[in-house]
């Protein structure tokens, strides 16, 4: 079906503001009409240009064509003066679609079309710019036809191996955006409530479910899931040892997607990150770096409390949730994973945001902008196959949890 491209029912504002982050350590994918424009621009003749390898071939990617980059990580087109030197030379609309299109994203159901932004941009994870509904043109121009195409994929499944309708999915997911953006309770409640609707979720027997009762259904367990949760703030108890490994392992993928990194391209590259994130899990006391802007530290002084965040602390990773409820990308983003895999996989960024805001600013304050370029990490790190495995795992054993309340302190 057709359905009109709109923005979300929350106001999310976005703007260029040069930062070059996107033009940095990012994996441009070319389709074939970017290659095609590439050629015609004949860079093999430009004198900067002459021997320089503007396409290679990703190993991520398993060999697809992807815009080359320099050894500091910086895209083969980006100037000095931060600007792309095709557009420069040729104007906007010759650039690869991949970076006329980001941050910008539509995400698709059988019936809705939304215009979002992934805030693996700066400014679209600080939320500085115009209002998105003012970018909704240049969208529907840019994507013509497809700008507001209906998804012909099938409904994500509730659990691994259980599929409901689209009408079943869009219940199930609107109680869950109901849960984490309920006001009356803090940020680190709200993920907790929707950790335990999902685990109420596992214990029906959704073949005996029919679609006539599962409003009420949903409505009992929306009610069970945020009720009172204080014991586990009260007793706050640190993740088992073999949690915490797993944690800091992951935590060090997301440490590596954090802006100002080393790049990771060739084979030795990820055959040195898969070390370092060994040393993470293994370690008893150093934790080594493995980012400029994440220094060599002790282990225990990030199992410290964090103490009280400002609001302007904590409005960046709060509208990280918000906009992944609202438009149900956190689910949408692979539709192969189950809703219940997707929420767990978006609660256990929250550890690991404040894990980290531990580290960043462990000589003073933390501020707005420290957040800002963690949301960046998260946003960049989510999409890891390993992380739903891994979430879902410390969820049935209950240590997603208790990480939440452990580093929520």
């Keep these: 079906m057709q359905s009109q491209l709109r923005t979300l029912p929350i106001l999310e504002k976005w703007d260029c503001h040069h930062c070059t982050a996107c033009c940095r350590d990012t994996?441009?994918?070319?389709?074939?009409?970017?290659?095609?424009?590439?050629?015609?621009?004949?860079?093999?003749?430009h004198p900067q240009y002459r021997d320089v390898?503007?396409?290679r071939r990703s190993a991520g990617l398993i060999g697809a064509p992807v815009l080359a980059h320099r050894a500091d990580g910086s895209c083969v087109f980006l100037t000095e003066s931060g600007r792309c030197r095709i557009h420069e030379?040729?104007?906007p609309d010759a650039k690869p679609f991949m970076c006329r299109l980001f941050p910008l994203q539509v995400v698709t159901t059988d019936r809705e079309a939304y215009a979002t932004v992934l805030r693996s941009c700066p400014s679209a994870a600080a939320d500085r710019g115009r209002p998105l509904g003012q970018h909704v043109p240049f969208l529907r121009r840019l994507?013509?036809?497809?700008?507001?195409?209906?998804?012909?994929?099938?409904?994500?499944?509730?659990?691994?191996?259980?599929?409901?309708?689209?009408?079943?999915?869009?219940?199930?997911?609107?109680?869950?955006?109901?849960?984490?953006v309920d006001g009356r309770f803090p940020l680190v409640r709200r993920l907790v409530h929707c950790l335990r609707f999902?685990?109420?979720?596992?214990?029906?027997?959704?073949?005996?479910?029919?679609?006539?009762?599962?409003?009420?259904?949903?409505?009992?367990?929306?009610?069970?899931?945020?009720?009172?949760?204080?014991?586990?703030?009260?007793?706050?108890?640190?993740p088992s040892r073999s949690t915490a490994r797993l944690f800091r392992r992951l935590g060090a993928h997301f440490i590596r997607c954090f802006p100002g990194g080393r790049p990771t391209r060739t084979l030795f590259d990820h055959w040195r990150v898969l070390r370092l994130s060994g040393q993470f899990a293994r370690t008893a006391s150093l934790l080594p770096e493995v980012h400029p802007h994440f220094p060599a530290i002790r282990l225990d002084r990030l199992e410290r409390p964090l103490g009280p965040l400002t609001s302007d602390v904590l409005q960046p990773?709060?509208?990280?949730?918000?906009?992944?409820?609202v438009s149900k990308r956190y689910i949408l983003a692979q539709p192969t994973c189950s809703l219940v895999d997707s929420v767990r996989r978006l609660a256990f960024t929250f550890?690991?945001?404040?894990?980290?805001?531990?580290?960043?600013?462990?000589?003073?304050?933390?501020?707005?902008?420290?957040?800002?370029q963690i949301v960046v990490a998260l946003e960049r790190g989510f999409v890891l196959p390993a992380l739903s495995f891994a979430a879902g795992f410390m969820a049935e054993s209950g240590q997603l949890e208790r990480l939440i309340a452990w580093y929520g302190r």
């Design 351 to 372: 550890p690991i945001a404040l894990w980290m805001l531990r580290w960043r600013a462990v000589e003073r304050e933390p501020d707005a902008e420290d957040m800002v």
């Design 27 to 45: 994996t441009i994918q070319l389709n074939p009409d970017d290659l095609s424009r590439l050629k015609q621009q004949r860079w093999d003749q």
């Design 198 to 238: 999902c685990t109420l979720l596992e214990q029906c027997k959704w073949n005996q479910v029919g679609t006539e009762a599962i409003a009420d259904l949903i409505a009992v367990l929306e009610q069970a899931a945020s009720g009172d949760v204080g014991q586990l703030f009260q007793d706050r108890q640190p």
């Design 53 to 55: 390898r503007i396409v």
């Design 317 to 325: 990773l709060s509208r990280f949730y918000e906009s992944h409820a």
């Design 143 to 180: 994507l013509g036809d497809n700008s507001a195409s209906g998804s012909t994929a099938v409904v994500p499944p509730i659990l691994r191996r259980t599929t409901r309708s689209w009408d079943d999915f869009y219940r199930l997911a609107d109680a869950l955006q109901r849960l984490l």
């Design 89 to 91: 030379v040729f104007g």
